[in-house]
């Protein structure tokens, strides 16, 4: 894991240095391009939620369903961080990622929330997730 968080950091010390930033991750946009696009479906990315000032990654409005893609080092994979958030926005990531949970579910809408880890090595299983919904 110290390799992990190592690499994680460099990585966004480049995009601070490049001013590459968006809402959307490489990881959305690659889980977009491999798991969303086939379905021909319709989607959204960046689904806002004014109520708590909180984005979604994807939202399929036909299905009322959200999916995010939880990045294993800002959302503390606990596969990776056994031991809890090593850093405060860790922390904090993890805090409204609870609170974006609980409106969700109280809101009705359908929620599938994927690691890092599984998009990349378990992408059947993902699949299989996403179309349990989709086809039903």
């Not at 689904?47 to 909180?54: G, N, P, R, T, V």
């Not at 992408?123 to 039903?136: G, L, Q, S, T």
Request: charged share 35%; hydrophobic share 30%.
């Amino acid at each position: 894991t110290d390799k992990y968080k190592k690499i994680k950091s460099e990585e966004m010390k480049e995009r601070i240095k490049n001013q590459q930033f968006s809402l959307s991750s490489k990881l959305e946009e690659d889980f977009i391009n491999d798991f969303i696009k086939p379905l021909n479906i319709e989607y959204e990315t960046q689904y806002y939620l004014k109520d708590i000032h909180q984005y979604c990654d994807i939202y399929i409005p036909s299905k009322n369903l959200i999916i995010e893609c939880d990045g294993s080092f800002w959302h503390c994979d606990p596969r990776l961080f056994p031991n809890g958030a090593v850093y405060d926005y860790q922390k904090r990531k993890i805090e409204r990622d609870s609170i974006k949970n609980d409106y969700l579910v109280k809101n009705g809408f359908k929620l599938l929330r994927f690691w890092e880890l599984d998009i990349i090595n378990q992408p059947e299983y993902v699949k299989d997730e996403i179309k349990k919904i989709i086809i039903d």
